[in-house]
């Protein structure tokens, strides 16, 4: 048995240092955060003591077409899909200057899969290595479809996060192992929106 746990950068929380490697110190924030740490670390507990074999992969955001109703790519492409069927209305959104770590999931998913069939034992950072802003982000999924956001997003203070954590992660310990991405964010946003358009009855 080869055990695979899917750790979280929330695991460096507010940390002083914007890019994170597999060196950088752990603070972690929420709960999430915390308890996605201490499973982290009794599994390298476990891994050093009694020889299991395991890793950790620690996932920055990841983005799909399956994200919950909740979460901004999804909302946003939910929204542009009804635009371009003919709806009207607008996207409320919280403070676009927000900057994340985002990547395509499939791609994590393709090195959750390249480290258990090469039972990689180690902790590798799953990351796009760079930071988009939310502004960048809607952006591109409205001019992919020929729209502009100005006529469509309003900001709504209420939405604003409290936290601004703006960490990036550095996945190159994770490539020296031969895994690639496949995908970019133009990709991200086809995917996201184009099932949009084709499943209207998905029951998330």
């Not at 924030?29 to 299991?52: A, Q, S, V």
């Not at 209305?89 to 480290?115: E, N, P, T």
Request: hydrophobic share 35%; aromatic share 14%.
């Amino acid at each position: 048995i080869f055990f695979f746990q899917s750790s979280s950068s929330l695991m460096y929380g507010r940390s002083e240092k914007k890019h994170i490697n597999h060196l950088s110190n752990f603070s972690p924030i929420y709960p999430y955060g915390i308890t996605k740490l201490y499973t982290h670390n009794f599994l390298n507990e476990y891994r050093k003591n009694f020889n299991m074999k395991c890793s950790s992969g620690i996932f920055f955001n990841h983005e799909s077409e399956y994200r919950g109703e909740n979460f901004l790519t999804k909302k946003v492409a939910k929204f542009i899909s009804k635009i371009i069927k003919g709806g009207e209305g607008v996207l409320k959104l919280g403070d676009l200057s927000y900057k994340r770590d985002v990547s395509h999931a499939i791609d994590f998913m393709y090195g959750v899969k390249h480290i258990i069939d090469n039972e990689l034992n180690d902790d590798f950072i799953f990351s796009s290595g760079k930071l988009t802003s939310t502004k960048e982000l809607v952006e591109l999924f409205f001019s992919k479809y020929g729209l502009d956001m100005n006529n469509f997003v309003v900001q709504d203070e209420t939405l604003k996060r409290k936290d601004d954590i703006c960490v990036y992660g550095d996945d190159k310990k994770l490539q020296l192992t031969g895994w690639r991405p496949r995908k970019n964010l133009n990709d991200l946003v086809v995917d996201m929106v184009e099932f949009e358009l084709n499943n209207q009855n998905f029951i998330y």
